[in-house]
């Protein structure tokens, strides 16, 4: 599926929380499969606040960030966040998520690239992005890698 890729709009912000706490609820569910009630429950005592906080930070600092939209049928289905410093040449991807209705369609890719390539244009040589350990990564992990790869060759190339 291809999507058309747009900054974030005015009044779209809790659109993208929304969209959030839907696509991290099963990395959140994982955390406390893997870590226990106990443990999870005083890493994260409320994750959906602190989610929440979180988008809600990285979305309207836009002096620091730029946040990109996918957009199905005119609603958001996924987004991306990106800080750029321009004195280090240091692009990184600081946040990512898909709609669970739109996952595994390609749309997490193409925001990727799209970032990638905003990237490389405002003259990042070296780009950053993390992931968490969840299961659907780890089957998409192969196109990532390749993603990957092809990111490392665009800035290595660059890189003096």
Known sequence: ?????????AGEIEDVVRLSLLAWAPVFRSFEQVLGSRIYSLIYPDWRASQRAAVERLCGDS??????????DGTVAGFIVCSMNDAEKLGEVELLAVHPAYQNQGIGTQLNE????????????LAVAATGA???????????????IRACRLFATTRH
């Open 134 to 148: 969840i299961r659907g990564i780890h089957r998409r992990g192969k196109r990532m890698r390749k993603l990957d």
């Open 114 to 125: 799209f970032a990638l390539a905003q990237m490389k244009a405002r003259g990042m040589t």
């Open 63 to 72: 002096e620091g960030n730029s946040v990109w939209v996918a957009e199905v």
């Open 1 to 9: 599926m291809n999507v058309p890729i747009r900054p974030l709009g």
